[in-house]
């Protein structure tokens, strides 16, 4: 709800209120922006700079109060008496602007530059601030537990000027601040790294012209001593796929100043007498609840407001990919083999990776040239995807559209398409970049794909982009526009296609790409334990649903760790499952045991994708308010463990729910020379019967099954003991290193 009375702007969100007014200068001040509380309260938050600040610029002579410098506002400027960080840059000229009008609509005002934005009901708030010959827009929207920015620049003057920063959103908060980012690289995405907000700012740019994997647009800024359930949180992330910037910084009066939009570096775009400028919206979360209050309600704002509509709580897939168990090398009859496989373990969905197209039989030619391969098609694409259909499975598709190799068909005839800046071109992963802003590499790209699309029953598609960008500014801006416009001109018309993007992973993990497709690759690294830290981190600001998440072979390709298929399986769960790894090379208890997953995985898969997620102490939970799914993980197994207890949270206390454990296998193999001391003869544990009985025998592990009351499962359900050197015993939880658990907690009906 938006209201405005007695001369203050209140925006009310679930959980939050914003309250500001026009101060007697005409800027905006930032009355409060946290708790629920009334507009009637406006004047407990108002700040009053008694005889001012000794340094003070004053925008009026003698008036101490009117110091820009130390006031807590939601917009700035520069040159004119506050020297914070500004918002607004115009190559060097001043920026003053102040209020003119507002006014309160009923839904947010559609974007016009083709940037996109979050949907549904919400109200908006409009605010029109004036300089000379230029009008800012400020629009506030309240979204459930959400509160959107974004800002536009008008040209109304007659000269050029040169923006060269507008950024989405700016406040003041008053109080101390911990900055929480997300950084990091290939296959090592989202790695969390705290920092506290002082005197000096601290920044969350990225600048390889996509929001990348160097740092999530993400970030947040937290009380210093809140935790995960209690304390003040503010989720910060930007609707954008491009270069990003996000700082906070405190000031001598104990404001923090934070803001986030596009990044400023090597930023310069020249408005035009009578042009716009449209930012990215910014989109805040804040929450009294901790860390994990704040994360549900951006969950719910992904969900609601981000994904295509027509995906919101739609079940996702179980799939099989290609690309980890073929890379490159394949034919229609070893695909058509592994999809067999895939449907017999339950899979829904084969996509078929990188590979199928052009001279793509590495990853040095090809790219561009999206005709198929007849060596490794000869009956095509329709055929192979009809064929799998028989199966009774769903064909998806892989495709770099925004990329080509050198050697490839295309380049050749249309060598100036790809992106230049009049240096020699710079190659990574042996490809350059099509150069996006120019409309007839987008109409080829948009036609291209349409055609291979609409030749065979695809459902779902893996839109990939593999390198940095070379483009600077306002380029790299203008490519995210053409970027977003092709993704619209070729899904809009296909919504039933289900668009999973991904860079490298995780390198466009953001929300401008979940607004085309509801899921996102999050990192070419599947190795479980690294996983649960990439998947953990992403959960601060993303939902579940949101991830791709496969389990493959082990030992891993990038860590060689060896870990248990049991905890390959109970880490995807937590997200869309799927498999990428050679079926052909699976054990027949391997097999059973995908089989079992599967199986488990589909019966609970609405609450596995769309379940309210909770980070807990040592796993995860997902809940539908009745059922709740808890995994415990563990690291290292220590000779001698102790007890452990497994802390569930958002149960009703007074309700009572039976706490059982999913069923669990061992092998022998683990074992090793300790079978000799329970079998009648010596067995060697590199024999032939051992090595034998390792790929047959399964043992069962750590049943536990009780009923207790919601009270006592969140005081902490005390789990079965851990396997301590003294022998196997059914009733004993006998984890390996990297072992994991999970459990079914579900509400007893009268
Ligand atoms: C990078 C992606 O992240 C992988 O999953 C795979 O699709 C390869 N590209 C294919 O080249």
Redesign the pocket.
């Known amino acids: 709800m938006i209201e405005y009375k007695n001369d203050i702007f209140a925006l009310h969100g679930e959980g939050f209120s914003c309250l500001m007014r026009v101060n007697p200068y005409g800027l905006l001040e930032l009355l409060h922006f946290g708790e629920p509380i009334s507009v009637d309260d406006a004047e407990a938050f108002t700040l009053h700079p008694g005889l001012g600040w000794g340094e003070s610029v004053l925008l009026e002579e003698g008036d101490t109060q009117s110091c820009p410098d130390v006031m807590p506002l939601v917009w700035s400027g520069s040159g004119r008496g506050d020297y914070r960080e500004s918002p607004i840059q115009l190559g060097g000229i001043p920026t003053d602007f102040r209020y003119h009008s507002h006014e309160i609509l009923p839904r947010p005002e559609p974007m016009q530059s083709g940037l996109v934005q979050a949907h549904g009901e919400g109200e908006t708030l409009k605010i029109l601030l004036r300089q000379p010959g230029l009008e800012l827009t400020l629009y506030f929207s309240v979204f459930g537990g959400v509160l959107t920015r974004r800002t536009v620049l008008q040209n109304c003057g007659e000269n050029t000027v040169d923006l060269t920063r507008l950024m989405s959103g700016c406040f003041d908060l008053l109080g101390e601040y911990e900055m929480t980012t997300f950084d990091g690289g290939w296959i090592a995405e989202m790695r969390r790294h705290v920092t506290p907000v002082g005197e000096s700012r601290v920044v969350n740019e990225s600048v390889t012209g996509f929001s990348s994997h160097r740092h999530n647009p993400g970030f947040l800024l937290s009380e210093p001593d809140a935790t995960e359930t209690a304390g003040n949180i503010y989720g910060f992330n930007l609707i954008y796929s491009g270069n990003h910037y996000g700082a906070a910084q405190r000031s001598l009066q104990g404001f923090t100043r934070v803001m986030l939009g596009i990044s400023p570096d090597n930023f310069l775009w020249q408005l035009q007498p009578g042009e716009r400028f449209e930012t990215p919206e910014a989109a805040v979360a804040f929450s009294t609840e901790g860390f994990g209050g704040m994360s549900r309600k951006m969950h719910r704002f992904v969900t609601e407001h981000i994904i295509p509509p027509y995906w919101k709580e739609r079940p996702r897939p179980v799939l099989y ?1 290609s ?2 168990g073929c ?2 090398d394949f034919n229609h009859y070893r695909l058509v083999s592994l999809a067999r496989e895939a449907k017999e373990l339950g899979c829904e969905l084969f996509v078929l ?3 199928w197209f052009g001279q793509r039989n590495s ?1 040095t030619a090809g790219l561009g040239d999206y005709t198929v391969n007849r060596k490794k098609l000869p009956y095509g694409l329709s055929a192979l995807a009809e064929k799998i259909n028989g199966l009774g499975m769903n064909f998806g598709l ?1 495709f ?1 559209p925004e990329a080509v190799n050198p050697d490839s068909d295309l380049y050749r005839a249309h060598p100036d398409w790809a992106l230049t800046d009049g240096f020699a071109p710079l190659l990574s ?1 042996h490809e350059l970049l099509l150069d996006l802003t120019r409309p007839e590499v987008r109409d080829y790209i948009v036609a291209e794909m349409s055609a291979v699309l609409d030749s065979a029953p695809i459902t779902y598609v ?1 839109w ?1 982009m ?1 390198r940095h960008s070379i483009a600077l500014g306002e380029k790299a801006h203008r490519y995210i526009l053409g970027l977003y416009d092709i993704l619209r001109r070729i899904f809009a018309p296909r919504p039933h296609i289900l668009l999973e993007s ?4 995780g ?1 466009r993990f953001d929300l401008g790409m979940l607004s085309f497709g509801p899921q996102i ?1 999050c ?2 690294n599947t190795d479980p334990i690294e996983r649960i830290a990439i998947q953990e981190s992403l959960s601060y600001l993303y939902p579940q649903s949101a991830f791709g998440a496969h389990v493959s072979a082990s030992p891993h390709a990038q860590t060689l760790r060896t870990t248990p298929l049991r905890t390959r399986g109970n880490v995807s769960f937590f997200g869309c499952l799927g498999y ?1 790894l050679d079926l052909g090379h699976l054990l027949r208890i391997e097999k059973e045991e995908i089989k079992g997953q599967i199986t488990f995985y589909k019966k609970h898969r609405d609450i596995f994708q769309f379940g309210a997620f909770t980070r807990l102490k040592n796993g995860w939970q997902v809940s539908d308010g009745k059922t709740v799914l808890a995994a415990v993980f563990r690291g290292q197994t220590p000779a001698a463990p102790g007890y452990e207890t497994l802390r569930l949270r958002h149960l009703d206390p007074e309700k009572r729910y039976r706490f059982t454990s999913v069923p669990q296998k061992l092998r022998i193999g683990p074992f090793g020379s300790l079978v000799k001391h329970v079998a009648p003869v010596d067995l060697d544990p590199n024999g032939f019967v051992l090595r034998t009985a390792d790929r047959l025998i399964t043992l069962p592990d750590g049943g536990q099954d009780l009923l207790a009351s919601g009270a006592a499962l969140m005081a902490g359900v005390r789990l079965l003991p851990l396997f301590r050197g003294t022998g196997y015993d059914k009733n004993q939880r006998t984890l390996t290193d990297f072992g994991s658990e999970l459990f079914v907690i579900e509400e007893e009906s009268l």
């Open positions: 990919n690309w980890e890379m490159f990776d990188d590979g990853d892989w770099e992963r893996k990939d593999n991904c860079s490298s992973g390198n690759w990192s070419d990428e």
